[in-house]
């Protein structure tokens, strides 16, 4: 749910000195290879040679309903038209070449598509188009096959943040200035933003009381927790709470498609609402609806392009604390390749989605419960989803807008180990190569705040490309240790 569709097309092009079947043939080929492993690509029946072909293309993908765009060169290529391809088609467009194909045929056969290359992009710059360009664009039909592939979720991520809406409840709790958000870069990325206060939300979930379908999504919470329904008591508001929030969803998200959610969830949510909503919040990230907490709209941001690329939960964490050095001594070292700096723990008070633990249950916020409800049985601060995060490869990144409203963001691959935390909320042992470099001279050097987002898997280059193509030119990742950073004391 609330992630875009794609519906990708491929127009070949082909200069008018070259024969124009040897650009259409190999689109066929690329077509074959592409349907072959990845799915179905729409293939255009016009290859463009000038302007009014390049018309009579767009036409026609647009009446296929495609939404990305493949640029086939299938030899040299015309530069006007096909630049003219990406300028019209309304979405992302890929440019890609043919490589030669056989030593005996470089005659009629050669179709001097890495030259075109080039001109392509000379000429998308003079024009000043995006368009994505694959990191080496020249291959067989079956690498073009793949680098279309990689095209498709930077595609839905670049469609998402055109069609999104990032809705905000209440100003961020005191003392969360690293959590600021200058919203100018949102609108530039093609983002809308809605903020609202508290009381909004407040008065929107009051209206729900008693709302017929409450019964229905408490039976939903109950399957889904099973013997981790330790407070079930609390259900009922919590089912309220996520009505209300669905039900703004579909009232409030307007001209645009997709929506996320930057909520205020402390301190005075609890002892007004009744209750601490991160169980929600892991429920609608898990339906593709991420909720990001302490109202961080670029974490919200970084949340959404996540599972747009991932298709997939995803989740947002504080790079919260180190590992103790015993349970680094007993379970990682010489186990685990990283050193001990290499290695945190990521944690939020209960906002991941249950199939990203390894065993969950319904708790009550430790940290809330300290000043709220101090040596007493818990109540208004029940709601968190506790458990260990699932080991396996993630990646940490975030794109954020600085106080004087610069993009920039950072990538790290890495992996959650199975090593029990013996703590509390969402939390896993995390293990990123370099972390304790990448700590000092990138999250801390170029002042990010302390929530990260999370994806279950490797996706770094396609969150890099994504990054990329929407102008940042800022992206830092965990160097290794042969790559200084520009900050990085040599003789450290």
Known sequence: MNIPKIKLGIVAVSRDCFPMELSSSRRKAVVAAFEKKHGNIFECSVTVENELHMKKALEEVKEAGCNALVVYLGNFGPETAETLLAKYFDGPTMFVAAAEESADDLLDGRGDAYCGMLNASYNLKLRNIKAYIPEYPVGTPEE?????GEFEPLARAIIGLNNLKIISFGPRPQDFLACNAPISQLYKLGVEIEENSELDLFAAFNAHANDPRIPVVIKSMEQELGEGNNMPGILPKL???????????????????????????????????????????SRLTAMGFPVSCEVDIYGALSEYIGTCISEDAVTLLDINNTVPADMYQSEIKGIYQYDHKDTFMGFHCGNTAISKLSKSSMKNQ??????????????????????????????FFRLQSTADAQLRAYVAEGEVLPVATRSFGSIGVFAIADMGRFYRHVLIEKNYPHHGAVAFGHYGKTLYDVFNYLGVTDIAFNQPKSMLYKTENPFA
């Open 144 to 148: 073009v096959a793949d680098m279309i």
């Open 239 to 281: 089912a309220q709470y996520e009505i209300t929030l669905l039900d703004w969803v579909e009232q409030h998200k307007g001209s645009r498609e997709f929506v996320a959610f930057a909520n205020k969830c402390w301190p005075s949510f609890q002892t007004q609402f009744g209750f601490v909503p991160c169980y929600v919040n």
């Open 366 to 395: 430790k940290i809330m419960a300290r000043s709220l409800e101090p040596n007493q049985e818990p109540n208004i601060t029940r709601g968190t989803l506790e458990g260990d995060i699932i080991p396996g490869q993630i990646t």
